[in-house]
């Protein structure tokens, strides 16, 4: 390693050995002794403090011509204008760490793409990279020359340090020194106080390890990142409270209005929509084998929007261990698309924030309940020439997939099997049933389903349906307009429900219709038409698979729309415009929706007010606008940790500034391998390095302590504590 080689070097130069100058050292000697005149390292302080010694260099090749000899130096200066120069070397490093603090805690939306050439943000990404690189550079530096002026100081004016401390300032950037025998011999080694030993092994270590942080630290800082981002949003009323909005127990009053009985098209009745279903959902089930697949998403239609209704069954190559099936609120669907328009037009209008409207995709959420239905069924057999005690599963979630049965005893499920036996009919018949909580636990409502009979007698199913208002957040996306989706995490594993979620006691009086007759025919019910299309029928052997699926989502869409007239309501602020005569005009509304710091983002306001005169129930709601694109953030620890890390390198930089200009004392020697080289050449040989010119195995070498003294007139050495003390150097004095 290139820090052996420093010490092996260092040692050889300084092993005892017995030699002569030669007429060449004499000759150099002398020509250093007849250079010009010193001057005060001002400009030389300045050159090394950035890093461009080579100016300086080159100056003095310039104006002495090409021969040009080392002169006397200030080892230790006293000058505050001197010091200060020393102290610019913090300055570009302190002052980009600042911006960059600034921009991630204040918060900056940039857009969906970084500025310059469209479709090219990898390249911008990689600059900033090598940007912040360069500044991790920089920073190592400012934090070598504070460890620097702590040992120089120690070594030059106090009473020396360990052996091993003198190749801090060079490898503190380097976090394998900490583990390093130079390290350990320097923390081992006896010094003058505990406080003085306290304080270098403190040095040492913050600058180390702030060194090899701040890297991280800037890039992450210094690099925008691509994520959803609040950019407003405002409050909002429904006319309907939420009790009503999502009943605990749903019945006949629940419904519109009584020609929801027949099929006659209105899409407010529970049975709304089924056709869609039958066409894009249940079509696919006579064709599903355990390597196919069913479609997930099916898209239904609400009167300011289009929802999805997610649903996933037993079988297939996605199969899921339970039959469920959810959908967003109509009524809540409706309100996201409906508040979304108004804050795209915002963005769209409003010049001073004007840099929402440049963004990859922008997304508006409701937090919302919506209906998630699990339903479980199984096969069973009567035969008229038997008694029978129906037997339904148990939705416990307790046991897997094992769910236990209980009889049910209700002489009308008896009178059921009659009158199907009697009359012999042709297709499935459903009948819902109130099964009783203290034996069926999480039932909301029980079915049966009468399957044509056969000679061997009647097939029927037993289903237990478990329904919940599930806790969510509703979404809709600027890239997928009027298109609301929104599903819990749990939604698939009713075992893993939420007991905070609502349970629903649903009653038979309201469950008929979500299957009533369909218009023009005098038996044929909803019902019937979608098992038909599934395939269900008497000796399907996935019957109670697809019929867990009809019931399900039969149930989930009935459910969405409780209450499907409610609809959004008020004024908008500073205008006399409500919601649904909006006249395309912004005012005060256009700035709440909006955030209130230009050029950041966070939440927006009240964009819509209720007039005094409303009568009637209303309930708040709060939509939360997001737009996905570039920016600088603190969200997030990484980026907390980072500027906490940048901050503390600040305050560090600026006190050691401080220091330096209220003493005075800088120096710009022995802050690089020459330098320590060249005065190791220059040094009288040791005995305390006997034995070491092959290498150290021991600490003991580097808890000798060392010191920076003056061998003559105007000659400067590094002597060790067992050898004689020659006098100190003085400030402000010139070495050779």
């Not at 102290?87 to 793409?113: D, F, R, T, W």
Request: hydrophobic share 40%; with cysteine.
């Amino acid at each position: 390693m290139p820090d052996k080689s420093i010490v092996l070097t260092i040692m050889i130069l300084l092993r005892p050995i017995h030699r002569k100058p030669t007429s060449s050292s004499q000759h150099l000697l002398s020509n250093a002794q007849r250079s010009d005149k010193p001057q005060r390292p001002r400009f030389r302080n300045l050159c090394r403090a950035i890093g461009f010694n080579l100016l300086y260099q080159s100056r003095k090749r310039y104006a002495r011509g090409s021969r040009v000899f080392e002169r006397p130096k200030i080892a230790i200066c006293a000058d505050r204008l001197t010091a200060s120069l020393a102290g610019l070397i913090h300055v570009i490093p302190v002052v980009a760490a600042v911006a960059i603090i600034i921009l991630n805690a204040q918060g900056l939306y940039i857009s969906g793409e970084l500025a310059g050439r469209v479709n090219e943000d990898t390249q911008k990404l990689a600059s900033l990279q090598f940007a912040a690189k360069v500044h991790e550079l920089m920073i190592q530096a400012s934090l070598g020359a504070i460890v620097f002026t702590y040992i120089r100081k120690h070594l030059a004016l106090g009473d020396g340090l360990p052996f091993g401390a003198i190749f801090a300032g060079l490898r503190v950037r380097d976090v394998s020194f900490l583990w390093s025998q130079e390290f350990w011999g320097t923390a081992r080694a006896p010094l003058g106080s505990l406080r003085q030993k306290a304080m270098l092994i403190m040095v040492i270590l913050f600058g180390t390890l702030l060194c090899v942080s701040v890297g991280p630290s800037s890039a992450i800082l210094m690099t925008p990142r691509f994520d959803d981002w609040p950019a407003g949003g405002t409050d909002f009323w429904v006319n309907s409270t939420q009790h009503d909005l999502w009943p605990r127990r749903i019945n006949a009053s629940h419904i519109p209005q009584l020609s929801c009985f027949e099929d006659q098209g209105d899409e407010s009745c529970p049975y709304g929509n089924w056709r869609t279903l039958a066409e894009e959902y249940f079509e696919y089930w006579p064709r599903l084998n355990e390597m196919d697949t069913m479609p997930e998403t099916t898209q239904i239609p609400s009167p300011k929007s289009v929802r999805e209704l997610y649903s996933r069954g037993r079988k297939g190559l996605y199969r899921n261990r339970f039959t469920v099936a959810t959908t967003q609120h109509s009524v809540m669907a409706d309100a996201v698309a409906d508040t979304a328009k108004f804050w795209l037009y915002a963005a769209l209008n409003i010049k001073q924030i004007e840099t929402f409207r440049f963004r990859k995709d922008a997304t508006f959420t409701v937090d919302a309940y919506q209906p998630v239905t699990h339903v479980r069924c199984n096969m069973q057999t009567w035969s008229n020439k038997t008694s029978y005690l129906p037997v339904f599963p148990v939705l416990s979630y307790q046991d897997g997939d094992m769910f236990p049965q209980r009889s049910y005893s209700d002489n009308g499920v008896a009178q059921l099997l009659v009158q199907h036996s009697a009359l012999k009919m042709s297709g499935p018949q459903l009948h819902w049933l109130e099964l009783p909580k203290s034996t069926f636990g999480n039932s909301s409502i029980g079915a049966m389903i009468l399957l044509p009979q056969d000679t061997s007698g009647i097939s029927f199913l037993m289903c237990n349906i478990d329904a919940r208002w599930s806790a969510n957040k509703v979404q809709s996306f600027r890239d997928n307009i009027k298109v609301v989706t929104g599903t819990s995490n749990a939604w698939l594993d009713p075992s893993t429900y939420s007991a905070s979620w609502p349970h629903i006691t649903v009653s038979p009086d309201w469950a008929r219709y979500l299957n009533p007759l369909i218009s023009g025919s005098n038996t044929t019910t909803v019902f019937q038409n979608l098992a038909a299309v599934a395939g269900l029928s008497e000796g399907t052997n996935p019957a109670p698979l697809i019929a867990e699926s009809i019931l399900s989502i039969m149930m989930t869409n009935g459910l969405s729309r409780i209450n499907y007239s409610r609809a959004l309501v008020g004024l908008l602020t500073g205008s006399s415009d409500n919601s649904s005569s909006f006249s395309w005009k912004c005012s005060k509304w256009c700035n709440e929706m909006l955030p209130s710091k230009y050029f950041s983002f966070g939440t927006g306001g009240t964009a819509f007010t209720l007039p005094e005169d409303i009568t009637g129930p209303t309930a708040r709601f709060t939509m939360k606008a997001s737009v996905k694109g570039y920016a600088y953030s603190s969200r997030g620890t990484p980026a907390k940790v980072a500027i906490g890390l940048m901050i503390l390198y600040c305050i560090v930089a600026i006190l050691h500034y401080i220091y330096l200009c209220m003493t005075g004392i800088s120096s710009s020697s022995w802050d690089s391998i020459s330098d320590i080289t060249t005065l190791a050449m220059n040094s009288k040989p040791t005995r305390a390095l006997r034995g070491t010119s092959a290498g150290i195995d021991t600490l003991e070498v580097f808890k000798k302590r060392v010191r920076i003294v003056v061998a003559d007139e105007n000659h400067l050495e590094m002597t060790f504590q067992d050898d004689s003390a020659p006098a100190s150097i003085i400030k402000n004095a010139y070495y050779s």
